[in-house]
Nanobody, 125 residues
Framework: VQLQASGGGLGQAGGSLRLSCVAS????????MAWFRQAPGKKRELVGA????????YYGDSVKGRFTVSRDNAENTVYLQMNSLKPEDTAVYYC???????????????????WGQGTLVTVSS
C-alpha cells in the first residue's frame, strides 16, 4: 500500500486545517487507518484512528473534541479535520494503515504495516 498525505501547511491558533491521505495498491477497506504526529524531540503519538468501515474512531487525549478522523472508502482516502488549532499541534503528521485482523490497539505504532511520507503542520500563535 502506498500512502500519500497532503494538506499540511501553516495554520493560525484557533483556526482549522484538513489533511488528506490517499491510498493505492491495495483494497483500502481492508485496512484500519490512523493519523500519528511527531513533534521535534518527541515520540510519535496517535492523533486519531478509524476502523475499516468507519464505524468506530479513536483519538489521542490532546485532540479529543477538536480533531475528527473520517474516511471515504470509495475514494480510498482518510481525512483529518483539525479545528481549534493550538501551537502545540505543530508536528509532522503521518497517515498509517493497519491490516491486522482481530484485536487492534490503535495507539501502538507496531500495529501498522504502512506509513505515508508525512506532512508538516505548523500552527502560529
Amino acid at each position: 500500500v502506498q500512502l500519500q498525505a497532503s494538506g499540511g501547511g501553516l495554520g493560525q491558533a484557533g483556526g482549522s486545517l484538513r489533511l488528506s491521505c490517499v491510498a493505492s495498491g491495495h483494497t483500502f477497506s481492508d485496512f484500519n487507518m490512523a493519523w500519528f504526529r511527531q513533534a521535534p524531540g518527541k515520540k510519535r503519538e496517535l492523533v486519531g484512528a478509524i476502523t475499516r468501515s468507519g464505524s468506530n474512531t479513536y483519538y489521542g487525549d490532546s485532540v479529543k473534541g477538536r480533531f475528527t478522523v473520517s474516511r471515504d472508502n470509495a475514494e480510498n482516502t482518510v481525512y483529518l479535520q483539525m479545528n481549534s488549532l493550538k501551537p502545540e499541534d505543530t508536528a509532522v503528521y503521518y497517515c498509517a494503515a493497519s491490516g491486522l485482523r482481530g484485536s487492534w490497539l490503535p495507539h501502538l505504532i507496531d500495529e501498522y504495516d504502512y506509513w505515508g511520507q508525512g506532512t508538516l503542520v505548523t500552527v502560529s500563535s
